[in-house]
């Protein structure tokens, strides 16, 4: 009996958390969203249009949540939810597209140009001691993602194929999701999926990064929404001053919002402080007890499950189980051979600089696949020494070192 009134007790208490964060965050948060869009011109708003219709849908469905209850917007908000995640996806998936196409034109010039550095092998030094100027891994391995994209690339496709092939091998033994999620990534970075999104016309990759910008936002409050939406009625009774809070915001208009601000969010930044705290000691009790009872979960802690995500910071997580089974060596093998199809698609269309590009795009979303630093610094060297292009390699190496530039 006792462990049953512990499990009811935590799942009270998290639950509890969830709605008043989800109604405090959710002001305050919205408060600011609406504030940015008073100065549009100031945040790059202005150049926002297809995202526009979703923070009218979002903001219909708040104020049906105190109209009808967080219940009757269930549906709706996870709805909405969904088709914000898809149209990020096709927008990122555009600008992937047209970032090839920017890295072409950007390599586009004189060949003969004279080099911005004595020779290669300095080109070499410069860069190597750049992306090892740090000692921490992370750092280390983002700034060899981005000098293989920058790099000039000469290799044969044989070689490259058997790069790719190497890199995804490298997710054996780990959960079936993590190599689904990435050959999304690379077939988003090669361009392949930016070719299939046939609705959106938009081309600039300014005005897209601005869409998906503003996209982001809204994802991020129709979140709190959803977690509302799946609060018992009790839950909002029980916080009606953050409820309350939350309805003001939604009433205010206009120029004067500012002028509010102190009058509203008095003290709720040291509650939120609070909050947070809490957060982290009932998920971290939430997520043992899920360890220890998964498979014998009653649907108010699968309810909790999904809050929880919805809490996270990543704004688009799933909101269901990944598929955890294993990787195995055919499995890797089965999703090489199809990509590489898709990709040897591209290749038989494509002209010689786009097909670079997407090299180049293809082999920095890869996992790090040099063994050692001697052969990171044999990889820039051959990369330097088979182009000969001096403008592409002036550009190559400037870029390197302006992107990982010690600071």
Same mark, same amino acid.
């Given at each position: 009996?006792?462990?049953?009134?512990?499990?009811?007790?935590?799942?009270?208490?998290?639950?509890?958390?969830?709605?008043?964060? /989800?109604?405090?965050?959710?002001?305050?948060?919205?408060?600011?969203?609406?504030?940015?869009? %008073?100065?549009?011109?100031?945040?790059?708003?202005?150049?926002?249009?297809?995202?526009?219709?979703?923070?009218?849908? &979002?903001?219909?469905?708040?104020?049906?949540?105190?109209?009808?209850?967080?219940?009757?917007?269930?549906?709706?908000?996870?709805?909405?939810?969904?088709?914000?995640?898809?149209?990020?996806?096709?927008?990122?998936?555009?600008?992937?597209?047209?970032?090839?196409?920017?890295?072409?034109?950007?390599?586009?010039?004189?060949?003969?140009?004279?080099?911005?550095?004595?020779?290669?092998?300095?080109?070499?030094?410069?860069?190597?001691?750049?992306?090892?100027?740090?000692?921490?891994?992370?750092? @280390?391995?983002?700034?060899?993602?981005?000098?293989?994209?920058?790099?000039? !690339?000469?290799?044969?496709?044989?070689?490259?194929?058997? @790069?790719?092939?190497?890199?995804?091998?490298?997710?054996?033994?780990?959960? !079936?999701?993590? @190599?689904?999620?990435?050959?999304?990534?690379?077939?988003?970075?090669?361009? @392949?999926?930016?070719?299939?999104?046939?609705?959106?016309?938009?081309?600039?990759?300014?005005?897209?990064?601005?869409?998906?910008?503003?996209?982001?936002?809204? =994802?991020?409050?129709?979140?709190?929404?959803?977690?509302?939406?799946?609060?018992?009625?009790?839950?909002?009774?029980?916080?009606? /001053?953050?409820?309350?809070?939350?309805?003001? !915001?939604?009433? &205010?208009?206009?120029?004067?919002?500012?002028?509010?601000?102190?009058?509203?969010?008095?003290?709720?930044?040291?509650?939120?402080?609070?909050?947070?705290?809490?957060?982290?000691?009932?998920?971290?009790?939430?997520?043992?007890?899920?360890?220890?009872?998964?498979?014998?979960?009653?649907?108010?802690?699968?309810?909790?499950?999904?809050?929880?995500?919805?809490?996270? /910071?990543?704004?688009?997580?799933?909101?269901?189980?990944?598929?955890?089974?294993?990787?195995?060596?055919?499995?890797?093998?089965?999703?090489?051979?199809?990509?590489? =199809?898709?990709?040897?698609?591209?290749?038989?269309?494509? %002209?010689?600089?786009?097909?670079?590009?997407?090299?180049? =795009?293809?082999?920095?979303?890869?996992?790090?696949?040099?063994?050692?630093?001697?052969?990171?610094?044999?990889? !820039?060297?051959?990369?330097?020494?088979?182009?000969?292009?001096?403008?592409?390699?002036?550009? /190559?190496?400037?870029?390197? &070192?302006?992107?990982?530039?010690?600071?």
């Amino acid at each position: 009996m006792g462990k049953t009134i512990d499990r009811e007790r935590l799942c009270s208490s998290l639950e509890s958390c969830y709605a008043e964060l /989800a109604y405090t965050n959710l002001a305050m948060i919205y408060f600011s969203f609406c504030e940015k869009d %008073e100065t549009p011109d100031e945040f790059g708003r202005d150049k926002v249009s297809l995202a526009k219709k979703y923070r009218d849908e &979002l903001e219909a469905l708040m104020k049906k949540c105190f109209e009808e209850g967080s219940d009757a917007v269930r549906e709706e908000a996870f709805a909405l939810r969904k088709s914000i995640k898809e149209l990020v996806n096709k927008l990122v998936d555009k600008r992937e597209r047209i970032a090839l196409d920017e890295y072409v034109a950007e390599r586009e010039g004189n060949a003969d140009e004279p080099l911005s550095f004595a020779d290669d092998d300095e080109a070499a030094r410069k860069i190597l001691q750049a992306i090892f100027a740090y000692e921490d891994n992370p750092t @280390i391995n983002e700034n060899i993602k981005t000098t293989v994209y920058e790099l000039p !690339v000469r290799m044969t496709k044989v070689r490259f194929f058997d @790069i790719l092939e190497d890199g995804l091998k490298k997710y054996i033994g780990g959960p !079936v999701d993590a @190599i689904t999620r990435a050959v999304y990534m690379i077939e988003s970075a090669a361009g @392949i999926r930016g070719e299939l999104v046939s609705d959106i016309s938009e081309d600039n990759s300014a005005v897209l990064d601005a869409e998906v910008e503003y996209l982001n936002d809204i =994802a991020e409050l129709c979140n709190y929404v959803c977690v509302l939406s799946e609060c018992s009625a009790d839950m909002h009774e029980k916080h009606k /001053a953050k409820s309350e809070l939350l309805k003001n !915001v939604l009433s &205010l208009s206009g120029k004067g919002m500012e002028d509010e601000a102190d009058r509203l969010f008095m003290g709720i930044e040291g509650q939120l402080e609070q909050l947070a705290e809490n957060q982290v000691v009932f998920e971290g009790r939430f997520d043992s007890f899920i360890e220890e009872n998964r498979g014998n979960l009653s649907e108010t802690e699968k309810k909790l499950e999904r809050m929880k995500r919805l809490m996270s /910071a990543s704004v688009y997580a799933d909101l269901e189980d990944s598929d955890e089974s294993e990787i195995t060596a055919q499995l890797a093998r089965e999703e090489f051979e199809k990509l590489s =199809a898709k990709l040897n698609e591209c290749f038989s269309k494509g %002209e010689r600089p786009l097909n670079r590009a997407r090299m180049a =795009a293809v082999l920095s979303s890869l996992p790090v696949f040099f063994n050692s630093r001697t052969d990171c610094m044999n990889y !820039v060297r051959e990369a330097l020494a088979a182009c000969r292009d001096n403008h592409e390699k002036n550009v /190559a190496v400037a870029n390197i &070192l302006s992107s990982i530039a010690v600071l």
